[in-house]
């Protein structure tokens, strides 16, 4: 365990948290708990009144969470996607804080026989829950030509998707795709090595991962439930690591601040009462901290606040 937390860091730990604005007394919860780096944060932050609640996807780190956390009586923990945190009865009182760090693990991506990585021969897997859903072996054995091109193109704008999947179509036959230096290689092959110090597999490890973990569906579906879940002046903390996500989460902050949506082929889009505010802008991790955590370089954390009832008064008879 000691290990795991040293290999372990959490990215853009202070400010995240800072995020929050954390009240002793308050009532939070970590949707994607990971190894614990910011659950901890929080939680040296509670008195005994304080509450935290803790959620993950995948067995190991509810398996890390227990081991840790499940004698302290102001946590309470479930092994479950965030997305599904309104049903949890835990958060029916309400939240004055919700964290999402999205995206794959750092201990996912070291562990290399979850298959989340192309640098280590592993079996071809990437789902977050392993006890359910289908593994990206799967997902390719069955798929046709045009499924996996829209796919790799949709969820990692890989502009050789149509290519590669015919490939993986035409090769399957002989030989099923089910090791990550399988994958690796036939994708080499085909791109070839055109980008200095990124490997031609990256974008498509990246659209199979999402694809079998509906990352995009779980968050989009957990931003709901958060903004259903926070208390007035509740706050939303969410890292992003690629474009798709930031790009949703940034649109529902926007969507929900009540401001009124302008195109350029249309009238604009009447606004909806507004419901929360962005806090500051978006934020990136510093030099020193992508030197010391290179997978940090990439995150992009947005904090919003969920409205009081007074606020939205206000706001209507502006």
């Known amino acids: 365990m000691a290990e795991q937390q040293l290999r372990h860091i959490p990215v853009m730990l202070d400010e995240a948290v800072e995020g929050l604005s954390v009240q002793s007394g308050g009532r939070y919860l970590d949707g994607t708990f990971g190894r614990g780096g910011h659950a901890r944060a929080v939680l040296s932050r509670l008195d005994t009144s304080g509450r935290l609640l803790l959620m993950d996807r995948d067995p190991q780190a509810i398996a890390a969470a227990q081991a840790e956390f499940a004698v302290d009586p102001r946590v309470s923990i479930r092994h479950a996607n965030f997305s599904t945190m309104a049903e949890w009865d835990e958060t029916a009182a309400g939240l004055d804080g919700i964290l999402l760090d999205l995206g794959v693990s750092s201990p996912q991506l070291d562990e290399a026989e979850r298959g989340f990585s192309f640098m280590t021969d592993a079996p071809l897997d990437m789902r977050m829950d392993t006890t359910q859903g289908e593994s990206v072996a799967d997902f390719l054995a069955s798929a046709t030509d045009r499924e996996i091109a829209d796919v790799l193109w949709t969820f990692g704008e890989e502009r050789h998707s149509r290519r590669i ?28 090595r055109r980008e200095p110090g990124k490997h031609p597999a990256t974008r498509s490890f990246q659209a199979l991962r999402i694809h ?10 957990g931003l709901n439930a958060a903004l259903e879940r926070l208390r007035p002046g509740g706050r939303l903390s969410v890292i992003s690591f690629h474009s798709l996500e930031d790009r949703a989460v940034k649109m529902f902050i926007r969507d929900q601040s009540g401001r009124v949506q302008n195109s350029r082929r249309g009238p604009p889009v009447a606004a909806a009462a507004a419901r929360l505010v962005a806090i500051g802008k978006a934020q990136f991790p510093s030099n020193a901290e992508i030197a010391v955590n290179p997978r940090s370089r990439s995150a992009v954390l947005r904090v919003a606040e969920k409205l009081s009832e007074q606020k939205l008064s206000v706001e209507g008879h502006a």
Do not use: C, W
């Not at 079998?212 to 579906?221: A, C, F, M, R, T």
């Open 212 to 221: 079998v973990n509906g990352e995009l569906d779980s968050l989009q579906q």
């Open 165 to 192: 999947a015919r490939a993986i179509v035409e090769d399957r036959d002989a030989k099923p795709f089910t090791r990550t230096s399988q994958l690796a290689s036939l994708i080499e092959r085909i791109v070839g």
